[in-house]
Every structure is written in C-alpha cells, then in structure tokens.
C-alpha cells in the first residue's frame, strides 16, 4: 500500500511518499522561514502564496525521490485541520485533484493526528500510549488509543510552548525562530540567576500555562542586558519551560495509568519544542524514574512534516477511511471533541 501525503497548514510546504511496510519512500519539505522572518512569525498570506508558488514541485519531487506514478498511489491523502485556512485549501485541494484526475481516493487527515502518530511509522509503537505534543501552535498530552481514537488529558489553557520559546528570544532580540536561538544562549547562561515561576506546577490535571512565565520573563530582563544576563535569562526560561513541562508529564503518567491500568508506559515526544536538548534531558529522567520507555522520532519527524501526514492517512484509510471531494477543510479541529473547552487552547487544535 502507498500514500502520497500533503502538508500545508503552517509554515512548512510538504509532500511525501509512504507505504505500509512503515517505509518513508520520499519526504520533501521546504520551509518558508526566509520569507516570515522580517515580520518575526508566520504572515497567514504570505505563507498561502508561498504553498500555491512550490506545492507542485514539491509532490513531482516526492513522486520522482519514491519511484512511482500517481497510478501506484492508493491514496492521497492532505492535511485538512487544524492550521491555517489559506494553507489548508492549498493542500488539500492539490490533494483532491491528485485523486480526482487519476481516479485514487482522498483521505483527508487531522495534521495532530499526523504527530500522533508517527511513532507508529517510525518505531511501530502499539496503542495505547502516552503524547506530549510540544510544538508552536500545540501544547497537549494526549492518550492515543487508536486511530481516530485520541483522549486529550491536557492541554495549553493560553500560549503553546514553542510560542512562549518565540516570544522570549524575540524580548531578547535572539532570532527567529526563537527556540533554537534561545537554547544556544542558554548553553552559556546559568538557569539559577533568575527565579522564574514554574506554571501549573502541583496543579491537579495535566493543563499547561506559559503566558504568565512570558510576562515574568519580560519584568526580569533588566534595562541593560548584556549578553550574559541575556543567556541567564535565556538558561533560566528553559528551565522554568522544562520544569513545568515535566511537572504536567507525571500528572499525565498518572491519569494515563489510571485509564489503562497495567499497559506498560511508552511516552512519546512530538512537536518541534521536543527538539529542546533540556526538555529531552528531564522528560529522560523523568521516564527512567517512571518505568517507561521514551521515544522521541527522528527531530525531521517531530516538526511539521508530509510523512506523517501519508503515515496517518494510510492508517486511516487502511481502516476503511474515504472522504468525498466535497470535505472542507477545518481550521480549528480538535482530535478529542469531548474533551473540555479551554481558553485560548483553540489556537490551532
Ligand atoms: O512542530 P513545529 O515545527 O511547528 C508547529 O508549530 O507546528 O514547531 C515549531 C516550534 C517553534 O515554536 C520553535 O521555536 C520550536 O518549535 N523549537 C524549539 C526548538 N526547536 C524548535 N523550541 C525549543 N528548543 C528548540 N531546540
Ligand atoms: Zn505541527
């Protein structure tokens, strides 16, 4: 069985090729960083334009990298939601005409079903277990059941945690996009000079919160921060962000465990935040302290990408999943529509 995958519903113009024996066949991503960097964050018009101006190219590319025709495909599956209204028309309307002209069925996939799940593709992880999805538009742990079944346990009632990252490095003039920056300044800063408030910490549930740590970070910048105050500041927030992130994680262990009691606990990273050496480092401890394995797909896997895309279409339509050409995007579609509303949570889930 092979899938061509699409993904359009950020900043990243994706096409890939995958097929049922958990193979990437191709995976082609070009991202548009250059073109938002001026403005600092992704302009939704410029990247729709930019995913209009490559798209094609991207899935000829991925076509000729596999080795096959439209006719080897078994279906073409797109990111139809959450993301980016403009993005996501792009994306699955390529899709949907792939699939009309050579007569191959659309599948239409939830782009946090795609982080979901690629440790399936990557590592053949069996269900249940347990996510932290820590990207710049998500922040949720969520317990993958199955296919299209996803309980969210937590999630962000405010900033994700690569938005908190982009803004701190933006307050201290590191770079775009922040995180990275932020965690090469960090390298040389001690994350003891400041003492930041760790949020949530020893809440009930597993919610997260970063916008009050953003305003502490931003109060505690003193007026003439030279660089080592800014990498102390830089080592201190990504502190604080890995602390409260594991914090949330045990609370999420414990709430999984009660819903699947006895299944040996396999926690698995997704999202570019799980790129964060730090964040890898704790949620490393922390899985040895908890008796569970970690698994952390390759970081070209973690951040947004069409592989896991093709990858959650094929498991869809594996089960039986076809959707009529009519199927509309969906710029806010949540994985677990039973899960309780949350203040700005609908960001982009
Ligand atoms: O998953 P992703 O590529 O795109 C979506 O947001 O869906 O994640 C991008 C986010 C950005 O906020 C970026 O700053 C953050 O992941 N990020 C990091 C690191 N690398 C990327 N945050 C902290 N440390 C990093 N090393
Ligand atoms: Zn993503």
Redesign the pocket.
């Known amino acids: 069985m092979i899938v061509l995958g699409i993904e359009t ?2 900043d990243e113009t994706a096409a890939a090729v995958v097929d049922d024996g958990r193979r990437v066949l191709a995976d082609v991503v070009l991202s548009q960083l250059d073109e938002h960097r001026p403005y600092g964050g992704v302009v939704p018009e410029i990247a729709a334009r930019a995913h209009l101006d490559s798209l094609d190219g991207l899935v000829a590319e991925a076509m000729r990298r596999a080795g096959v025709g439209f006719a080897d495909l078994d279906a073409v599956a797109a990111t139809a939601g959450p993301g980016l209204i403009g993005g996501l028309m792009v994306g699955v309307t390529m899709a949907k005409a792939i699939a009309a002209v050579h007569d191959r069925p659309f599948v239409a996939v939830n ?2 079903e ?2 979901a799940l690629t440790a399936r593709l990557t590592h053949g992880v069996a269900f249940p277990y347990l996510l932290l999805l820590v ?4 922040c949720q742990l969520l317990a993958v059941e199955g296919v299209g079944r996803h309980r969210r346990l937590g999630t962000t009632i405010d900033d994700a945690a690569g938005e908190a990252f982009d803004k701190v490095a933006k307050m201290l003039a590191l770079g775009y996009p922040g995180g990275p920056a932020l965690q090469k300044a960090a390298e040389t800063g001690d994350p003891a000079r400041f003492p930041l408030p760790r949020p949530m910490k020893g809440k009930p549930g597993c919610d997260f919160s970063f916008s009050g740590l953003k305003n502490a970070v931003r109060l505690a910048i003193p007026a003439d921060a030279d660089t080592q105050a800014r990498a102390d500041i830089a080592a201190s927030f990504q502190e604080a962000v890995a602390d409260s992130i594991a914090d949330r994680t045990i609370r999420g262990v414990a709430l999984f465990r009660d819903l699947h009691p006895g299944v040996p606990l396999t926690l698995v990273l997704a ?2 935040v799980a790129a964060n050496t730090r964040l890898r480092a704790r949620l490393g401890e922390l899985a040895a302290a908890e008796g569970a394995e970690l698994i952390a797909p390759p970081l070209a896997l973690c ?2 990408n069409a592989a896991m895309i093709a990858w959650a279409g094929l498991e869809r339509f594996r089960l039986g999943a076809r959707d009529g050409l009519d199927f509309a995007p969906r710029p806010r579609w949540p994985l677990d529509p039973d899960a309780p509303k949350r203040k700005g949570a609908g960001v982009k889930a």
């Not at 990207?135 to 998500?138: A, F, I, L, N, R």
């Open positions: 519903s950020c782009h946090l795609g982080h990207s710049g538009g998500h999202g570019g951040t947004d």
